[in-house]
Each structure stands twice: as C-alpha cells, then as structure tokens.
C-alpha cells in the first residue's frame, strides 16, 4: 500500500532511487559511488553466504568491504558479471524523514541464479536525498556452482 499524499509518495520515489542506484552501481562495480548512498555512520551487516558475520561501520570501512567482494569476484575466476535484481520492496515510515524497507534480492550470474536472499533497511533522509543507515544483506541460498561458495571454500 502506498502512503497517501504528496510528501510520501516523494520520499517513496526518492528511496526506490536509492535502492535502485545501489544495484547499479554495484553491478558496475563503482564501490565508490555506492559507498556514498551511506551516511558516514552507516553499518553494514552480512548473513549466510560467503560474508556470514561480516559486520562494516561507517562509509569508509563499507566502501572497503565493499571493494573487496569485486576482488573476491575476480579471484574465483568468474567470467561473466552478476547481474542483481532487487523485489518486491516494502517501505514503513518510521519516524520523520526516516523509513524502513524489506526487499528480496537475486544475483544472475553466468550459469544462472546464483545466490538470493534479502535486504533489510533504515533510510534517512539528509538535505532532500535518501541515504542508508543500516543495510542488513541475507544470504538465503546459493547455487551449488556459485561464486559465494568458491569464496566461501577458498577462506
């Protein structure tokens, strides 16, 4: 259900912009870029797969982190890009200027679906953008040819 009036549907549209820019910009690997969709004090959480535990705080411990999964990428010898797709996104107002969000997620890789799961968030907003407070990234599954599990075998 979406909320009614001008103001959320605004802040809805801005968020989906968020959640749809880090998708991209993750997919072209711009760690970067996507590292500043965080605010400086964000965290960043892993569950399941091949992160299981791995806890970032602030920007720049999440733009390393980040940057060391496309490392780990190119070192399980994958020749072809995953593609995310992020779904069925569910967004709650929970305070002014500050929302949680729900959402499932699946990486395409060059074999097929190779790992899915789902995202959890706090977004706040900061001088009229939507920036994430809290990420929290489930691994549910993986295929059994995925590269999360010759990362996760390589460690």
């Known amino acids: 259900m979406r909320a009614a009036g001008g103001s959320a549907a605004k802040d ?11 998708i991209w910009l993750a997919d072209q690997g711009r760690m970067d870029d996507l590292s500043s969709l965080f605010t400086p004090g964000a965290s960043y959480v892993n569950r399941g ?8 705080e602030g920007r720049e411990q ?3 982190f980040l940057g060391s999964i496309v490392a780990d990428f190119a070192a399980a010898a994958v020749t072809d890009r995953n593609r995310h ?19 499932y997620f699946v990486a395409i890789g060059e ?9 959890k968030d706090v977004l706040v907003k900061v001088s009229g953008s939507w920036y994430f407070e ?13 590269w999360q599990r010759r990362v996760r075998s390589s460690t």
Not at 49 to 56: F, L, P
């Open 134 to 146: 809290q990420r929290i990234c489930t691994v549910e599954g993986m295929a059994a040819s995925s």
């Open 62 to 64: 999440i733009r390393r």
């Open 12 to 22: 809805e549209s801005g968020i989906h912009s968020t959640l749809s820019t880090y």
């Open 85 to 103: 797709h992020e779904s069925s996104i569910r967004l709650r107002k929970v305070g002014p200027g500050r929302y949680r969000s729900d959402s």
């Open 111 to 119: 074999g097929g679906p190779d790992h899915w799961g789902t995202y």
């Open 49 to 56: 797969g091949a992160y299981d535990g791995e806890v970032q």
